[in-house]
């Protein structure tokens, strides 16, 4: 099988350059991505990419398959097509070496939107109780797991990376807007009620099409802009 | 940007900013029609025989075309804001919706102008 993989040490290269491998599949096997970079990283050491928990938990191993954001360790290679398989680093971030880029820009978004729980109230003796009909609102905003693969696929992300939240962000920032137990609504909404922070998303989903843990930012920039059209009338 | 695989719904979209970008150019175009055919009624003979040439009837369909598209797009929008295809699935057909109901009109305008 061929890979195509973006390299690129600032050190060294003056421009990243895209270098062909070859691996030895046995027929009828597969594989995850992961594994086949590990393995060409055995052919070639000066491969860099990162990788931790190699089952799509800790979202370290997002990159650009075949034009399509993805984690690695959880991309069968026999779910993508093509003679050749091109790997690229996540587009819009800077890139550190190879397939690792610079997430600072991202963690920055994620940490303007306060993600933690807030609560004012007085301090119960025990913990905050929900109902499981309050707790069922988390589903699908809870597991996300910043791989950065939505973001990094969203073109408004791309033009305004300081300036909107982006899709990853704002999942995030309604998962404690929606909180029963979070008593900052009100100042969550108002920190998001500008040109940029929220708006720039036009809805196209590219999200969506590529979030490895099936979750929707989509639909949760809507909720928030329902959200803020209904503290506004 | 060369090697990113745009999804249908990204398509749909940038279509929809492309036709709003040329309606806007096409506004001034649009504005002198208009002006001079409400003029007299020798500027209204002068701008129906200008449009009845073939390049002439090329740009008015390619600008009601634009417009129809612009149109369509802009309810998905509309329904996107209440709630209805917001998930990938119902995003994706009504992208798809979007694109053959655009060149439908497309087509039907052709036949109409020709």
Redesign the interface.
């Known amino acids: 099988m061929r890979f195509s993989i973006y390299r690129y040490d600032p050190d060294k290269d003056k421009k990243p350059s895209m270098k062909d491998y070859e691996l030895e599949i046995e027929p009828g096997s597969d594989m995850m991505l992961l594994d086949a970079l590990q393995l060409l990283k055995e052919q070639d050491p000066t491969i860099g990419f990162r990788r931790s928990c190699r089952e799509g938990v800790c979202g370290s191993d997002g990159v650009n398959v075949n034009g399509k954001n993805a984690l690695a360790c959880i991309t069968p290679l026999s779910s993508l097509k093509g003679k050749k398989i091109t790997v690229r680093p996540l587009p819009g971030l800077p890139v550190i070496r190879d397939l690792v880029v610079d997430m600072a820009q991202f963690y920055r978004q994620y940490e303007k939107i306060r993600p933690y729980l807030i609560n004012n109230d007085e301090q119960p003796v025990r913990e905050h109780l929900q109902s499981p009909e309050d707790r069922e609102k988390l589903d699908g905003l809870y597991e996300c797991i910043l791989c950065a693969c939505c973001s990094t696929a969203c073109p408004s992300f791309w033009w305004n990376p300081d300036k909107f939240v982006g899709p990853s962000g704002l999942l995030q920032a309604y998962r404690f807007i929606i909180d029963s137990r979070d008593t900052e609504t009100e100042s969550r909404l108002e920190d998001l009620d500008d040109a940029y922070s929220l708006f720039r998303c036009r809805g196209i989903m590219n999200c969506v099409s590529v979030c490895p843990k099936g979750l929707n930012p989509t639909k949760a920039i809507g909720h928030i802009r329902n959200m803020m059209l209904n503290r506004g009338v | ?1 060369a ?5 249908i ?2 398509i749909s ?2 279509l929809h ?1 492309v036709t709003g970008v040329l309606l806007f150019l096409a506004v001034p175009f649009c504005l002198w029609t208009l002006e001079r055919s409400l003029n007299s009624e020798a500027g209204f003979l002068q701008v129906k025989s200008m449009l009845s040439g073939d390049c002439a009837k090329f740009i008015t369909w390619f600008i009601l075309s634009s417009l129809t598209y612009h149109i369509i797009a802009g309810c998905k ?1 509309l329904l ?2 209440v ?1 209805i295809g ?3 699935e119902s ?2 057909l009504a992208s798809k919706l979007v694109i053959i109901l655009g060149i439908l009109a497309a087509v039907g305008l052709g036949v109409w102008i020709w």
């Open positions: 940007m090697a990113f695989k745009w999804p719904t990204a979209s940038i900013r929008h996107m804001d709630g917001e998930s990938l995003g994706v």
